[in-house]
């Protein structure tokens, strides 16, 4: 598996992974529009701000979806998505590794953060296993039911 820039293939099929607004929303957080077309997707998913990647298989299969930027002196992981028919696989834990690794290497940051919706108990499984744990953020989460977990 290795970590790759997305290309609009990857986009496309991503596009495929969310079939209702909800759905949307607990992934991308608040300001993604919906319904969503390319050019809409492309640019709420912020990728020339963000660094955004997708994992893929040795085969090519897109696997997975992460992004990571600086936000209190660490690196936030942020809109981490498995593909639908690769859960529950491990995929998550390979993506935040990949994830964590080329973070460290850009951003010179050895701490890492994420927001993650308190009812979202998956995924809250998943950061814990993968070393998350809770913490008190220091401003308000501008999200509401959204807890915020960092790994050092």
């Known amino acids: 598996m290795k970590l790759i820039y997305p290309t609009e293939n990857h986009l496309v099929t991503m596009m495929d ?3 209702s607004e909800q759905e949307l929303a607990n992934w991308s957080g608040p300001n993604f529009r919906y ?3 390319l050019y809409s997707f492309t640019e709420d998913l912020n990728m020339s701000s963000l660094s955004s990647f997708v994992l893929i298989s040795n085969e090519s299969e897109l696997l997975a979806f992460g992004q990571f930027y600086q936000r209190l002196d660490k690196c936030h992981l942020g809109r981490l998505v498995v593909n639908p028919q690769f859960r529950g696989k491990g995929i998550a834990a390979i993506l935040m590794s990949h994830l964590c690794e080329r973070g460290r290497q850009e951003l010179k940051l050895k701490e890492y953060s994420l927001f993650v919706l308190a ?14 744990s809770f913490a008190n953020y220091p401003d308000e989460i501008p999200l509401a039911n959204c807890v915020y977990m960092v790994k050092s």
């Open 17 to 19: 992974w969310f079939s």
């Open 35 to 37: 319904p969503f077309n």
């Open 119 to 132: 009812h979202n108990e998956s995924a809250i499984k998943s950061y814990q296993k993968f070393g998350f």
